[in-house]
């Protein structure tokens, strides 16, 4: 199975809004609503963001907005803040109770 | 809250096998499926498998089929990943994250603190 793809990195200037895409095939992303993002400041185990495509854990910011569309999700971060500053993955179901992530995005607040 | 409370680091000769435990303080995990992913220095996530706790059924990436065996106790409350036939590129730091629900195909709302792992020849 291979890594969804998703851009190295991303830029945006406090208060703009980003998207981060991942792209995937019909055999996960696209075949399963159950897609997830994960934070990740350095040296620290990742948060869960946003999981079942579009769906906020209790605690995290309405800043953070998932969606899907065929083969790619995309995670929106509005607002950006400087605490926004970090790695973000994606992850996907991919049948036969297997999961597999994206490559990373590194988010940078200018 | 439960928290997922991981065994510490580890150094291990190429070749050799690791084992890294999680156990769930202040409750057990039944109810949820247990996942393993690493990250090696520098690098993305990688699934490495996962146990759902209610039928204890595991599944395992297709790269590591036959290296990794994930179990948890009888009480659910703690989980290990073995890796055996460890080479240097299996140096990561190695988290258990618990899904949202007993199935395998749902996002980790909560994770271990990370066990580094460094295989040296």
């Known amino acids: 199975q291979s890594a969804l793809t998703q851009p190295a990195s991303v830029s945006g200037s406090p208060g703009q809004s980003i998207t981060i895409s991942c792209t995937g095939t019909s055999s996960d992303v696209g075949g399963y609503n159950y897609v997830s993002w994960y934070q990740q400041h350095p040296g620290k185990a990742p948060k869960l963001m946003i999981y079942?495509?579009?769906n906020r854990p209790s605690g995290v910011s309405d800043r953070f907005s998932g969606s899907k569309s065929g083969n790619t999700a995309s995670l929106t971060i509005s607002g950006l803040q400087a605490e926004d500053e970090a790695d973000y993955y994606c992850?996907?179901?991919?049948?036969?109770?297997?999961?597999?992530f994206g490559t990373g995005t590194k988010v940078t607040v200018l | 809250q439960v928290q997922l409370v991981q065994s510490g680091a580890e150094v291990k000769k190429s070749g050799s096998s690791v084992k890294v435990s999680c156990k769930a303080s202040?409750?057990?995990?039944?109810?949820?499926?247990i996942n393993w992913v690493r990250q090696a220095p520098g690098q993305g996530l990688e699934w490495m498998g996962g146990i759902m706790g209610m039928f204890r059924t595991t599944t395992y990436a297709q790269r590591l089929q036959g290296r990794v065996t994930i179990t948890a106790d009888e009480f659910m409350t703690t989980s290990e990943m073995e890796l055996n036939s460890l080479r240097s590129e299996d140096t990561a730091v190695y988290y258990c994250?618990?899904?949202?629900?007993?199935?395998?195909?749902?996002?980790?709302?909560?994770w271990g603190q990370g066990t580094l792992v460094t295989v040296s020849s």
């Open positions: 992850s996907s179901y991919t049948g036969s109770s297997t999961q597999v």
């Open positions: 079942d495509v579009s």
């Open positions: 994250a618990r899904g949202l629900g007993y199935h395998l195909n749902q996002g980790f709302d909560n």
């Open positions: 202040g409750g057990t995990f039944s109810s949820f499926a």
